[in-house]
């Protein structure tokens, strides 16, 4: 069972930075892959970011490609989403999420996710 915890939301104001963590729990957290969601009100869940068990292999949504950067310390059992030039169309709650089978095709998709965290806040100023 693995017990995920986001951290680092917050309001700021539109072109400023923030950057989210995840604190996952249990031994084989740095064998998933783990995927930044968010869900604005009103919206459906929509893919943010995601990354492979090892950190080498990284994937973005288009509205945060060049802006969002994903990154992962096994060595702490933590996941960050270092969010920059935000925007007031990325308000949302945050959520990450483990997908204990690996690296898929579908890491997009929020039911190949295993394990959901209870979000945090991001609120973007105009």
């Known amino acids: 069972q693995v017990q995920l915890a986001e951290s680092g939301g917050g309001l700021v104001r539109a072109g400023d930075s923030l950057r989210l963590s995840c604190a996952g729990s249990?031994?084989?957290?740095?064998?998933?892959?783990v995927g930044w969601f968010r869900e604005a009100p009103g919206k459906e869940r929509e893919f943010v970011a995601a990354i492979s068990p090892s950190g080498t292999i990284t994937a973005y949504a288009d509205a945060v490609k060049g802006r969002f950067t994903i990154s992962r310390d096994n060595a702490f059992v933590m996941v960050y989403l270092q969010m920059n030039s935000l925007k007031v169309e990325d308000a949302a709650v945050y959520y990450c999420?483990?997908?204990?089978?690996?690296?898929?095709?579908?890491?997009?998709?929020?039911?190949?996710?295993?394990?959901w965290g209870q979000g945090t806040h991001v609120t973007v100023s105009s």
């Open positions: 249990g031994r084989t957290f740095s064998r998933y892959a």
């Open positions: 999420a483990a997908d204990r089978t690996g690296w898929s095709g579908h890491y997009t998709v929020p039911s190949e996710y295993d394990y």
